[in-house]
């Protein structure tokens, strides 16, 4: 069973990612939207992966943060929620799901594509008990949103420093806010892994 996967990108799509292994193996993997727009330029990708299997197919599911993939089998748990539905969940946000989920906030939920008033509430309902171990930013409206390009350039630049995708991604979302400029940002991204 594959559980994480680090390896070239051959292609991205919005809904899926085809790494690329040394043995020329293809792995498609499927991703939401929001993993879609962290992911580097080219290099090399890392994810952590749910594998999925059913008597009648195998699929791969691929997400940047360990937590979001639990979150992801929690939703799997929830009847009449099925792997695109909970990928749609997820394409939310990690951060704003779990903060919808904390407030009981029916209306994020319910903005989701294909999920109801009824359906919103049990999900929250499902999952309001559950313990995710993560730590819910106290301002996550403070965060710093990178233009794709500028986003992708650092990550691309960073990997080739050879600092993993994964840390990158993480480090590039906890900037300081006032930290929009790569002359500032790469420094301060390397002083935090080294």
């Known amino acids: 069973m594959i559980a994480y996967i680090e390896?070239?990108?051959?292609?991205?799509?919005?809904?899926?990612?085809?790494?690329?292994?040394?043995?020329?193996?293809?792995?498609?993997?499927?991703?939401h939207e929001w993993t879609y727009s962290q992911l580097p330029g080219s290099w090399i990708c890392s994810l952590y992966v749910y594998d999925h299997i059913t008597e009648n197919a195998r699929s791969l599911f691929g997400f940047l943060e360990a937590e979001e993939k639990q979150v992801f089998k929690e939703l799997l748990k929830i009847s009449w929620v099925g792997w695109k539905v909970a990928l749609q969940i997820?394409?939310?946000?990690?951060?704003?799901?779990?903060?919808?989920?904390?407030?009981?906030?029916?209306?994020?939920?319910?903005?989701?594509?294909?999920?109801?008033?009824?359906?919103?509430?049990?999900?929250?309902?499902?999952?309001k008990d559950k313990d995710f171990w993560i730590t819910l930013s106290a301002e996550p409206s403070s965060r710093v949103s990178l233009p794709q390009g500028l986003s992708e350039s650092i990550q691309s630049t960073l990997v080739g420093m050879w600092y993993t995708p994964q840390d990158v991604a993480r480090c590039l979302s906890q900037l300081p806010p006032d930290m929009t400029d790569a002359a500032d940002i790469l420094p301060y991204v390397i002083q935090e892994l080294s």
Request: zero cysteines.
């Open 7 to 31: 390896w070239n990108v051959l292609e991205k799509s919005f809904n899926t990612v085809t790494l690329l292994t040394n043995g020329w193996v293809g792995y498609e993997i499927h991703i």
């Open 90 to 127: 997820l394409s939310l946000g990690i951060q704003n799901l779990l903060q919808a989920i904390t407030q009981q906030d029916n209306k994020s939920i319910e903005s989701v594509k294909w999920i109801g008033k009824k359906m919103a509430e049990k999900i929250l309902l499902e999952l």
